[in-house]
């Protein structure tokens, strides 16, 4: 199995730096100097209040949200951190939508801009189904370092594969 299966899209270049980092057990330093504590969101009611107010700081008009929780089910080998579901039933004689986020129990002991980073991307999904540039467009919207916490959560779910918890 490819220990940088996180970091595949990556240049040759990227890839090399982050295999010098594993060999010389620097990764773990580095990821702990630039994300010292892990966020202390630990409980569905927490997580459903936190990203409610990362909704309604940037995204007011957008659905509102039925649920949003973490979900042990989520596993991230399977290229998934969270999930963003949008569920229409028939009640009656009207048709009722309802959105919910689902994210990996594994984030909850990870630093917050990490946290943020999913919850930011689940949320954009509420405007732009596809990952398309508009979502990314979104997504640093609302995250302006959106794309280098991207590439830092991809460094850590590559460390927790090779070492183990880290936080």
Do not use: W
């Amino acid at each position: 199995m490819d220990p940088l299966k996180y970091l595949a899209g990556y240049p040759a270049t990227v890839t090399d730096q982050v295999h010098r980092l594993i060999d010389n057990d620097k990764l773990a330093a580095i990821l702990l100097k630039k994300y010292p504590v892990a966020h202390d969101i630990k409980t569905d009611k927490a997580l459903y209040t936190y990203v409610v107010d990362l909704k309604n700081q940037f995204l007011r008009q957008s659905a509102p949200l039925s649920k949003v929780v973490y979900d042990d089910k989520i596993d991230v080998l399977h290229q998934a951190l969270g999930l963003h579901s949008f569920v229409s039933r028939v009640q009656g004689s009207k048709l009722k939508s309802k959105n919910e986020i689902r994210i990996g129990t594994i984030f909850k002991t990870v630093p917050l801009e990490f946290l943020r980073m999913i919850a930011v991307h689940e949320l954009a999904h509420l405007r732009e189904k596809q990952h398309n540039k508009a979502f990314y467009k979104l997504c640093e919207h609302m995250e302006a370092d959106y794309h280098q916490l991207e590439f830092d959560l991809r460094l850590y779910l590559t460390y927790v594969d090779i070492a183990g918890k880290l936080y």
